[in-house]
């Protein structure tokens, strides 16, 4: 080693002059091991701190809109739009333009049932959900040029001409189909309008085959009515529907068979079953909400029995009770709503609140 020698200050030095290490060292590692456990330290607090700040950012910001995720959404129901109504159930392309027009300026964004049932409502914040439904594929829903395009008067044409309009308001909806398929003769013409559909954006749910009502039926006929309806769709495209519209909004006596079930070789497990009428649903989020029996709006003036249960009626009561209504916070995945309506939060969507 050397020979040893006293420096000044009784620091015992080697010939060469190297320092011996102190008494009570563990050796040159142990420095690095220590700061190295001060950095991962000092980069949890950090991490710590940036998430909180995060946090109580997006619940200010959540506060700023009155978010209220917990809230009602309108899932408005329309069946032909012709320019000489024949039913109840009919509205001329003015008052289908108007009421949607009406739901642009009124901070509404469209929505698929698909994404309502799952919980995806990825609209932007201060905006609500609203969900457009359509009943029994007619014609006058959708019919194509020879180019593709939907013709005028059509819903389809005056939903994405809104849409053009108002570009926060997403021109897509649900058609709730049954065999006639559009007015379309062949399984190559009722394709080309699935696809057609589903390409812009557009969702296909089951309304089984045959329309017939599901009350009082047995649960075999129960179950073979809307598989048939689900095989008529999965016969033409790839996407299998995610949702059930009762025809007529009867509910089976089992309700949950409409739900899910199978027959012959085909299955089906839906995320919800949809009614006729006649009030604003839940929110997916809410503890409260039945997928068993979504309720729905029919589309109308207010007038008779709509004097209260239609969509003017209860467009009107939403805009006078703001706070009732489904508003987003703009993140998906959180469920944003004031702190004191905690109780009414579904248990799986725990992990997700964002009281304020």
């Known amino acids: 080693m050397g020979r040893l020698r006293m420096g000044r200050a009784g620091v015992v030095v080697v010939a060469t002059g ?134 005028p008067n059509t819903a389809v044409a005056i939903l994405q001409d809104v849409a053009k309009s108002h570009p926060g308001f997403r021109g897509v909806g649900t058609f709730y189909v049954t065999r006639d398929m559009f007015g379309k003769a062949t399984p190559e013409e009722g394709a080309q309008m699935l696809l057609w559909l589903t390409d812009k954006g557009f969702d296909i749910g089951n309304h089984t085959r045959d329309h017939l009502s599901l009350s009082g039926k047995p649960k075999k006929a129960v179950n073979a009515e809307v598989a048939a309806g689900h095989r008529l769709i999965t016969g033409l495209i790839k996407v299998p529907p995610v949702t059930l519209a009762l025809p007529y909004g009867n509910q089976p006596d089992g309700k949950e068979w409409g739900l899910k ?71 998906v995945k959180t469920v944003a709503f004031p702190k004191f309506k905690a109780p009414f939060v579904a248990k799986s969507f725990a992990d997700r609140v964002l009281p304020y």
């Not at 990825?122 to 013709?151: N, R, W, Y």
């Not at 009614?275 to 909400?289: I, R």
């Open 18 to 151: 190297a320092v011996l290490a102190g008494c009570g060292s563990t050796g040159p590692d142990a420095g690095d091991e220590q700061r190295a456990r001060v950095a991962a330290s000092a980069k949890a607090s950090a991490a710590a701190a940036s998430q909180a700040n995060l946090l109580k950012a997006k619940v200010q910001a959540a506060a700023k809109v009155k978010a209220n995720e917990l809230g009602q959404v309108p899932v408005l129901m329309y069946h032909r739009v012709v320019d000489k109504p024949s039913t109840q159930d009919d509205r001329t392309p003015q008052q289908f333009r108007a009421e949607l027009e009406r739901l642009a300026k009124e901070d509404y964004v469209a929505i698929t049932a698909a994404e309502f049932v799952t919980g995806r409502i990825d609209i932007p914040a201060g905006k609500h959900p609203v969900v457009l439904t359509f009943d029994d594929s007619s014609p006058s829903q959708l019919e194509l040029d020879g180019m593709g395009m939907p013709k």
């Open 261 to 331: 079930g199978s027959s012959g070789d085909v299955s089906y497990d839906y995320g919800g079953v949809f009614l006729a009428g006649y009030t604003p649903a839940l929110s997916p989020f809410n503890k409260k909400f039945d997928p068993l029996g979504i309720p729905r709006i029919r589309s109308m003036d207010k007038k008779g029995d709509c004097a209260k249960f239609c969509s003017v009626a209860w467009l009107d009561w939403l805009k006078a009770n703001a706070d009732e209504r489904y508003t987003s916070d703009g993140d």
